[in-house]
């Protein structure tokens, strides 16, 4: 009987990276978690998307929403080829800020800082 063992070999699957751009609205949102208890949120879309997603205002590490404001982010995306059990398939990184427009509609004006 013949057998073998690749030790060399990378037979892992491997965390794939991109870089997309994310759009966050100046409004929020509700969504529920874990607990199903339902609470305020971010809302996003990626480039390409018509139709914003609830994501948790930790969801972009380096980032910090301020409500109020519209993003245009430039983020690594990593698409996680064994994601853990209680964390999600994706997750973000912050790469830079491309726009923060103040978004003060109610005055019937927009700020851009």
Request: proline share 4%; aromatic share 10%; glycine share 10%.
């Amino acid at each position: 009987m013949l057998t073998s063992c690749d030790f060399l070999g990378d037979d892992e699957p491997t965390d794939k990276k991109e870089t997309v751009t994310l759009y966050v609205s100046s409004e929020t949102g509700i969504m529920s978690g874990l607990t199903a208890v339902e609470h305020e949120c971010m809302l996003v879309k990626e480039k390409g998307q018509t139709s914003w997603n609830p994501w948790e205002f930790e969801g972009i590490t380096g980032f910090t929403y301020e409500k109020g404001f519209d993003y245009e982010l430039l983020v690594t995306k990593t698409i996680h080829a064994n994601p853990p059990a209680d964390g999600g398939s994706y997750s973000y990184e912050l790469i830079r800020e491309v726009s923060k427009n103040g978004n003060v509609a109610k005055r019937g004006c927009w700020v851009n800082k």
